[in-house]
Nanobody
Framework: HVQLVESGGGLVQAGGSLRLSCAAS????????RGWFLQVPGKEREFVAA????????RYADSVKGRFTISRDNAKKTVYLQMNSLKPEDTAVYYC??????????????WGQGTQVTVSS
């Protein structure tokens, strides 16, 4: 049993920053790789960033590369997404996931409830 809880979303002006957190819990939790995805109404969930838990290797969607940074805290079993230079088109619900390091939703086994990020212009 693994439970993921996202936090840190909110309303921010274009050009501003937010830091999302995803805490993991559960007595059977293992060092799964982690990913961040976004979803807007009427569209499928899209890849944002991923990180391997063991080595910290990262991968980013082209749309966020250079602006977003994914990181992890092994002791806290928490993954973060630092979001800088935010744009209105970044507005979405952001989900964290645990599973196999991938850009595809099907490769992840566990998902958080999502946190809303709204960027105003």
């Amino acid at each position: 049993h693994v439970q993921l809880v996202e936090s840190g979303g909110g309303l921010v002006q274009a050009g501003g920053s937010l830091r999302l957190s995803c805490a993991a819990s559960g007595r059977t939790f293992r060092a799964y790789d982690r990913g961040w995805f976004l979803q807007v109404p009427g569209k499928e969930r899209e890849f944002v960033a991923a990180i391997t838990w063991s080595t910290g290797s990262t991968r980013y969607a082209d749309s966020v590369k250079g602006r977003f940074t994914i990181s992890r805290d092994n002791a806290k079993k928490t993954v973060y997404l630092q979001m800088n230079s935010l744009k209105p088109e970044d507005t979405a619900v952001y989900y964290c996931a645990a599973g196999v390091w991938s850009t595809k939703t099907d490769d992840y086994d566990f998902w958080g409830q999502g946190t809303q990020v709204t960027v105003s212009s």
